[in-house]
């Protein structure tokens, strides 16, 4: 009996930077367990499409799915277009069984991804010396989900005993620039931006520029594709497939 298929189910951009890192962090889960089947896919903007995908895996002969959400916070997409696709898609496969893992979420592991990225910045533009810091996301409308950013922006500034504020591209404030902005009216002068997203694309390009034009010192790329992120999403897939067995 063959394992559940994996798919990451990715939310998808007009950036062809976005599909290619999401495709580079899954072929590392790939290289990790070559013995699954892994597929990629994306809810919109970006080619396969989930249906796509599915009726791949159908034809291929499985009959049992674990998707897991390739999202940082359980905001629309995690609770409201995942459900609805993976609903249509058993609705058209008869004996199909899906199950949706817990979405890729915020892993205590990613902060050390957030410091590799970070390093890298900082090496890049020559600053040894930090005296704030800002965690950039990409907001949502709902305040629980900008709220577990912010938790985990603490967290990260307590590993670093340094000051943070969590930032947002979008739907809530404050941007990248108002939080540079209020830590150098603050004095400080010395403030890098971390970016918590899994993939370049617009949102993260108009908060690293955002960033700098009010005075950060480096911007970090997203967490792109990570071994630590890999093994968060085997980690999703495992419980997401115990989840399939009957009781």
Do not use: C
């Amino acid at each position: 009996m063959a394992a559940p298929a994996l798919v990451a189910l990715a939310h998808g951009s007009r950036d062809p930077r976005s599909a290619a890192t999401i495709k580079s962090l899954v072929a590392e889960v790939k290289a990790m367990r070559p013995d699954l089947r892994v597929e990629t896919a994306f809810l919109d903007l970006a080619k396969p499409s989930f249906d796509t995908v599915v009726d791949r895996l159908v034809k291929a002969g499985f009959d049992e799915i674990v998707v897991v959400p390739l999202l940082l916070t359980e905001a629309y997409h995690a609770k409201v277009d995942v459900p609805e696709v993976i609903a249509a898609a058993m609705a058209r496969h008869e004996g199909l069984k899906i199950q949706a893992s817990k979405i890729l979420g915020m892993e205590a592991a990613f902060l050390e991804v957030l410091d590799v990225r970070l390093r890298e910045a900082l090496k890049d533009a020559r600053v040894r010396e930090l005296d704030a810091l800002v965690l950039a996301a990409a907001g949502s409308s709902d305040p629980l989900a900008n709220q577990a950013v912010a938790r985990i922006a603490r967290t990260w500034g307590a590993r670093h005993r340094l000051p943070v504020t969590a930032a947002f591209a979008s739907a809530a404030p404050p941007a990248t620039g108002e939080a540079v902005r209020a830590f150098r009216g603050e004095g400080k002068r010395h403030i890098a931006v971390a970016s918590f997203f899994l993939a370049p694309g617009r949102l993260p390009d108009r908060a690293g520029e955002l960033a700098i034009e009010a005075g950060a010192v480096a911007v970090s790329d997203p967490l792109g594709a990570h071994p630590a992120v890999a093994r968060a999403i085997l980690a999703r897939y495992a419980v997401g497939a115990v989840e399939l067995v009957p009781v």
